[in-house]
């Protein structure tokens, strides 16, 4: 390794390309070097989608996910993995194989099941694969309360269960932690909690901004990596990259026809006063 007085730390994410870079693979790479850490990727699927919808997805084989994995693992320590959408039951289980040889290092998988306009990314296959293999190997998981309810039911619960008890049941199949964002819920202000083995963990409360936003799920997921890769304990590194991500949607823009896009570099000097700007408009809607 080449001499150097300081080496930031490295998270390496699989998720799918997204070329808005507004969500998937470019959103990771985007949060993650704002936290100060050097991102690593590994391409899970193609899409063909702008910032209205997915037109097309082209999943990775499994063997090519692997395989850009073990280059980068094998060339550099890695300090935290950050998992997206994977594509298919192989890729999935090519992740799940990845990640079983480095049981030290945090894990936080954001479930991705569908697009913000509803283009379904996972059936039920992928599902199961997702519960079999890929939640018992996760330290946080970061489902909205849709993709919670959903899972929840595959596990085994009805129709109505509450989210309380969408979070045991997940924690029961396996991840340690699960943070459940309330941005789909219908209420005054965005609730987010956290739980773990032993229930609630901790609970935030955000101001409900206007407007749809591309990739606040993928942002939220790879902050928290970030913050764990350097070492933060979970529940400060949860409430850090959410205080990072509402600040990034508060900021965020509209460059197309469709949502919004994250300014996760609202903490850059160039930024700042944009960033200001931005939110004042917002918080003013």
Same mark, same amino acid.
Not at 136 to 146: G, H, Q, R, W, Y
Not at 161 to 173: K, W, Y
Not at 196 to 220: A, F, I, N, Q
């Given at each position: 390794?080449?001499?150097?007085?300081?080496?930031? =730390?490295?998270?390496?994410?699989?998720?799918?390309?997204? =070329?808005?870079?507004?969500?998937?693979?470019?959103?990771?790479?985007?949060?993650?070097?704002? #936290?100060?850490?050097?991102?690593?990727?590994?391409?899970?699927?193609?899409?063909?989608?702008?910032?209205?919808?997915?037109?097309? $997805? $082209?999943?990775?084989?499994?063997?090519?996910?692997?395989?850009?994995?073990?280059?980068?693992?094998?060339?550099?320590? %890695?300090?935290?993995?950050? !998992? &997206?959408?994977? &594509?298919?039951? @192989?890729?999935?289980?090519?992740?799940?194989?990845?990640?079983?040889?480095?049981?030290?290092?945090?894990?936080?998988?954001?479930?991705?099941?569908?697009? &913000?306009?509803?283009?379904?990314?996972?059936?039920?296959?992928?599902?199961?694969?997702?519960?079999?293999?890929?939640?018992?190997?996760?330290?946080?998981?970061?489902?909205?309360?849709?993709?919670?309810?959903?899972?929840?039911?595959?596990?085994?619960?009805?129709?109505?269960?509450? !989210?309380? @008890?969408?979070?045991? $049941?997940?924690?029961?199949?396996?991840?340690?932690?699960?943070?459940?964002?309330?941005?789909? @819920? #219908?209420?005054?202000?965005?609730?987010?909690?956290?739980?773990?083995?032993?229930?609630? %963990?901790?609970?935030?409360?955000?101001?409900?901004?206007?407007?749809?936003?591309?990739?606040?799920?993928?942002? !939220?997921?790879?902050?928290?990596?970030?913050?764990?890769?350097? &070492?933060?304990?979970?529940?400060?590194?949860?409430?850090?990259?959410?205080?990072?991500?509402?600040?990034?949607?508060?900021?965020?823009?509209?460059?197309?026809?469709?949502?919004?896009?994250?300014?996760?570099?609202?903490?850059?000097?160039?930024?700042?006063?944009?960033?200001?700007? @931005?939110?004042?408009?917002?918080?003013?809607?």
């Amino acid at each position: 390794m080449p001499s150097s007085r300081f080496n930031p =730390p490295a998270v390496l994410s699989f998720a799918a390309s997204d =070329p808005t870079c507004g969500a998937g693979l470019q959103a990771d790479l985007l949060t993650i070097a704002a #936290h100060g850490c050097h991102p690593l990727t590994v391409v899970t699927a193609l899409t063909v989608q702008d910032t209205v919808g997915v037109e097309d $997805l $082209l999943p990775m084989e499994g063997g090519w996910v692997a395989d850009q994995a073990r280059a980068l693992l094998e060339d550099m320590p %890695v300090a935290a993995f950050k !998992l &997206g959408l994977l &594509g298919s039951v @192989e890729a999935i289980a090519a992740v799940a194989e990845v990640l079983s040889d480095y049981p030290d290092t945090p894990v936080v998988f954001d479930p991705v099941l569908a697009s &913000g306009r509803g283009d379904a990314f996972a059936d039920e296959d992928i599902i199961a694969a997702m519960l079999e293999l890929i939640m018992p190997l996760t330290d946080v998981l970061t489902p909205n309360s849709m993709e919670a309810r959903r899972l929840a039911q595959e596990v085994g619960a009805g129709e109505t269960v509450t !989210l309380p @008890e969408c979070a045991r $049941l997940l924690v029961g199949a396996g991840c340690a932690h699960v943070l459940v964002t309330g941005t789909h @819920e #219908h209420s005054a202000r965005v609730v987010n909690t956290l739980y773990g083995s032993h229930g609630p %963990v901790r609970h935030d409360e955000w101001e409900r901004l206007p407007g749809s936003y591309h990739g606040s799920g993928c942002t !939220l997921a790879s902050a928290i990596a970030a913050n764990l890769a350097w &070492g933060q304990p979970l529940p400060e590194a949860v409430r850090a990259a959410q205080h990072y991500t509402w600040h990034s949607l508060a900021a965020g823009f509209r460059p197309g026809m469709g949502q919004h896009i994250p300014n996760r570099q609202w903490q850059s000097p160039s930024s700042h006063s944009l960033a200001s700007a @931005e939110v004042a408009h917002v918080i003013a809607v």
